[in-house]
């Protein structure tokens, strides 16, 4: 009677084991991540002209155009890079919420 529980239980465990192990293998992405930006992405910029601006790391403080006072809060640095009357902001990391993604482009006034 003990072995058949204990059989009862391995062959539950194993089975949820074997579909947890399947799902993560054949779930897709979540589409909701991006690739990030990388040293290339910055090398290229600046070999096209692009000037650095700033340099955001985790702890720094920053202003809003209305001049309130931010705190970055991230693993990675953020970039921030200018031409002309464009601003660019490369955002590193493993990986990147997509309404971010790997590159925030503005327009100066």
Known sequence: MINIFKFFFYSIF????IAITLALIFAP??????????EKDLYRY?????KVDKVL????ITYTDAGQKLYY?????????SKNDNLK???????CY???GAELNFKQK
Not at 14 to 17: D, R
Not at 46 to 50: L, P, T
């Open 98 to 100: 997509h309404l971010e």
């Open 14 to 17: 194993l089975s949820i084991f």
């Open 29 to 38: 992405e979540d589409r909701e991540w991006v690739k990030c930006s990388d």
């Open 57 to 60: 790391k985790n702890g720094d």
């Open 73 to 81: 809060k991230g693993e990675y640095p953020r970039i921030w890079l």
């Open 89 to 95: 902001a490369l955002n590193f990391g493993w990986r």
């Open 46 to 50: 600046v070999y096209d002209g692009w």
